[in-house]
Nanobody, 123 residues
Framework: QVQLVESGGGLVQAGGSLRVSCAASGRIFSSLVLGWFRQAPGKEREFVAGIFLSGGSTYYADSVKGRFTISRDNAKNTVYLQMNNLEPEDTAVYYC????????????????WGQGTQVTVSS
């Protein structure tokens, strides 16, 4: 039974930075990939960034490439999403989830969703 908890969201001015965290229960990541997704009002939940929990390889959506960095801290069983040069378009609820099957980019391939953390970027 895997439990994910997101934290670290808040209100940030455009151009600022924020780091959100995804803490996993237990001390072992049993899934291959942990992904960050976000959902803005009126929009579908979309992929943001993913990390292969074993080796640490990362991949990103084009919209955040060069601005966001996903990383992991194995000792804390936690994955982070460092968000730099934030834009109002980044405003969304940010979720983390574990991959189980299918595309590495699609929300349908992930499960064990956390409750989400709100990130708001003001102009």
């Amino acid at each position: 039974q895997v439990q994910l908890v997101e934290s670290g969201g808040g209100l940030v001015q455009a151009g600022g930075s924020l780091r959100v965290s995804c803490a996993a229960s237990g001390r072992i990541f049993s899934s291959l990939v942990l992904g960050w997704f976000r959902q803005a009002p009126g929009k579908e939940r979309e992929f943001v960034a993913g990390i292969f929990l074993s080796g640490g390889s990362t991949y990103y959506a084009d919209s955040v490439k060069g601005r966001f960095t996903i990383s992991r801290d194995n000792a804390k069983n936690t994955v982070y999403l460092q968000m730099n040069n934030l834009e109002p378009e980044d405003t969304a609820v940010y979720y983390c989830a574990l991959y189980y099957d299918g595309s590495y980019y699609e929300r349908e391939s992930f499960g064990s969703w956390g409750q989400g953390t709100q990130v708001t970027v003001s102009s």
